[in-house]
């Protein structure tokens, strides 16, 4: 991977980084887009290690690198060009202009933020009694199907999935022994396991629907951004190697990761 070799450094960049509020922004938007440091230099052809010294305040990008970083997340990339000029330039109006940019960009950021979720929790109107998860059937051969049994659907509390991380269009899966047979002891032995659609960075720890052969299997797999590693049940050896050379082809395998199970009473 290439290493941008025209950064520029401030003799005071580990002091005023730590409450940069540009880097900060910078990490924080690329962790809610489910980019590792390793996914995002791929998009922005930088070292993974140049890029979290940016975020930590320790390096300055130059414009082109902070123009690249600002593309990738999603991001004004000309307030993201000043903040390279207000951080290492050092003509005094060249920086106080950038500087003013970065801090327009900022309020205006913060200020959208502000009326998106005021507008979101008026639009919400009252809590819902119950949160309808949708029920995949293990055994429909399309990748996009959602619903299982004549629609069946788990009706939960709100509260059950409030605070659960990386929520994304959540749906279930009945549990049975064919379903978890390659994860034995990690989930109740009949139940439900709720699942999130979000599921990068793939986690090796965590526990994937994936999909191989015509149906679903909850297991642990690796990808290594050309093949998805499906891991078998410890002391087993049936690994199953499928080709995924791009995330499109990635998430049509992998349906989705577990991020709370319910065993039956």
Not at 44 to 65: M, Q
Not at 208 to 220: K, P, T
């Amino acid at each position: 991977m290439a290493t941008d070799r025209r950064e520029k450094r401030h003799p005071d960049a580990t002091e005023r980084g730590a409450s940069d509020p540009v880097a900060r922004r910078m990490r924080t938007r690329r962790i809610a887009s489910g980019l590792t440091l390793a996914a995002l230099g791929q998009r922005v052809a930088a070292a993974p290690s140049h890029l979290c010294h940016i975020e930590g305040g320790e390096k300055v990008p130059n414009e082109d690198l902070a123009g690249r970083i600002a593309h990738a997340l999603g991001d004004d990339e000309q307030a993201y060009r000043a903040w390279s000029r207000a951080r290492a330039g050092s003509e005094f109006e060249a920086v106080a202009e950038a500087a003013d940019r970065v801090r327009a960009f900022l309020l205006a950021a913060e200020e959208a933020g502000a009326d998106i979720a005021r507008l979101a929790a008026e639009r919400a109107g009252p809590r819902p009694t119950r949160v309808l998860v949708p029920v995949l059937d293990p055994e429909t051969p399309e990748a996009g199907a959602t619903s299982s049994r004549a629609g069946e659907s788990l009706r939960l509390a709100p509260n059950a999935l409030a605070g659960i991380p990386d929520l994304e269009r959540p749906f279930a899966l009945a549990l049975d022994p064919a379903l978890t047979r390659r994860v034995p002891g990690r989930l109740p032995a009949r139940g439900h396991a709720i699942l999130t659609r979000r599921i990068l960075p793939l986690r090796p720890d965590g526990v994937h629907a994936v999909r191989a052969g015509g149906r679903v299997e909850l297991a642990r797999a690796l990808w290594n951004g050309r093949e998805l590693i499906v891991l078998p049940a410890p002391g087993q050896s049936d690994f199953v190697v499928l080709g995924a050379a791009d995330e499109a082809t990635l998430r049509a395998l992998v349906l989705g990761r577990v991020v709370l199970a319910r065993a039956e009473t």
